[in-house]
């Protein structure tokens, strides 16, 4: 599935259909600089209506069709005041597949959605550099709405108030991957409350070298790189207290298939990479297995790295 302008005889001719699919940032060692888009998504079909109204179904139901404080409306009509445009209310139509509050780029999705929303209605005519770097803005960094919008794995930065610069790249061969998602949520505030305000010298080169090393793996298809390069020191030993799945998982690499494991954006869930040629269900049952020995459990969400962004093919 991918984004875009709905042009179907059943729809009207100015209403859009967004495709954003879930993302994992951080990557273990790329923190705030690096993330990739997953192959499960929230669907959002909007129209112009008479008044603001939501029809959400999926996975988390309530938050998504909830009208007050919605994340999408509220950014949509952020946008527009800033622009000094009309707010045109908007019919949504939502189907969710991403887990909110758990680290799959739920937030970042919404914001790219509410600005898409804006920059489409509007007829702003904004730059992808644009609409990301808005989104990004309000995330506070870049890496998961840039995943979102372009799909396959970015690396991206900040330039100027509102801009981002985005380098998406297609990783070589494929890439299985196992999301581990806690019943309990954590909010990212809390997550980066863990975090030292300082880093020494020797870890923050360990994490230079080991993003070096996971890009090169990636790009390459070095499935076997995968545990050392995912190695961090800057962020998920600080988080392992709040994200318990995190210690239990990693020991896990280099086991019944399962190459590398790190954190999923802040947490608390948990984004295991695959051997290609390992059985999916034999490792679900291996891990479910191992979590049940540490008195833990998760949803265990079989997914890949998707090359569908949610960015149209032209222009919103």
């Given at each position: 599935m991918r984004t875009k302008s709905t042009s179907n005889r059943n729809r009207?001719?100015?209403?859009?259909?967004?495709?954003?699919?879930?993302?994992?940032?951080?990557?273990?060692?790329?923190?705030d600089a690096?993330?990739?888009?997953?192959?499960?998504?929230?669907?959002?079909?909007?129209?112009?209506?008479?008044?603001?109204?939501i029809q959400a179904t999926g996975r988390d139901q309530e938050i998504c069709g909830r009208l007050q404080d919605h994340l999408i409306l509220k950014t949509y009509r952020e946008v527009l005041q800033?622009?000094?445009?009309?707010?045109?209310?908007?019919?949504?139509?939502?189907?969710?597949?991403?887990?909110?509050?758990?680290?799959?780029?739920?937030?970042?999705?919404?914001?790219?959605?509410?600005?898409?929303?804006?920059v489409h209605f509007a007829k702003l005519h904004w730059t992808d550099a644009q609409i990301v770097g808005e989104a990004s803005r309000r995330e506070g960094h870049p890496d998961n709405a840039s995943a979102c919008w372009m799909g396959g794995i970015t690396v991206a930065r900040m330039f100027g108030?509102?801009?981002?610069?985005?380098?998406?790249?297609?990783?070589?061969?494929?890439?299985?991957?196992?999301?581990?998602v806690p019943e309990q949520s954590l909010a990212t505030e809390e997550a980066r409350r863990a975090l030292p305000t300082q880093h020494s010298h020797a870890d923050t080169v360990a994490n230079v070298r080991n993003s070096m090393l996971l890009l090169a793996a990636l790009t390459q298809g070095?499935?076997?790189l995968l545990a050392a390069a995912l190695e961090d020191r800057i962020?998920?030993?600080?988080?392992?207290?709040?994200?318990?799945?995190?210690?239990?998982?990693?020991?896990?690499?280099?086991?019944q298939g399962?190459?590398?494991?790190?954190?999923?954006?802040?947490?608390?869930?948990?984004?295991?990479?695959?051997?290609?040629?390992?059985?999916?269900?034999?490792?679900?049952?291996?891990?479910?297995a191992h979590l049940a020995q540490d008195g833990l459990s998760a949803e265990l969400i079989p997914t890949s790295i998707t090359l569908h962004g949610a960015r149209p093919r032209g222009r919103l």
């Open positions: 009207p001719s100015n209403a859009l259909r967004l495709v954003l699919p879930a993302t994992s940032a951080n990557l273990g060692p790329a923190f690096a993330a990739l888009a997953m192959d499960f998504y929230i669907t959002v079909n909007a129209r112009p209506a008479k008044e603001f109204s800033s622009a000094a445009k009309p707010v045109t209310p908007l019919s949504l139509r939502i189907v969710n597949q991403i887990p909110i509050g758990k680290g799959c780029g739920s937030s970042a999705a919404a914001r790219l959605a509410g600005v898409a929303l804006a108030e509102a801009e981002a610069e985005v380098i998406d790249i297609r990783p070589k061969g494929k890439w299985p991957l196992l999301l581990a070095r499935h076997e962020h998920q030993p600080y988080r392992a207290a709040l994200c318990p799945l995190l210690p239990c998982l990693q020991e896990l690499q280099g086991k399962i190459t590398g494991a790190a954190l999923s954006g802040a947490g608390p869930s948990v984004l295991m990479f695959l051997d290609p040629q390992a059985s999916v269900q034999k490792v679900i049952k291996f891990v479910s």
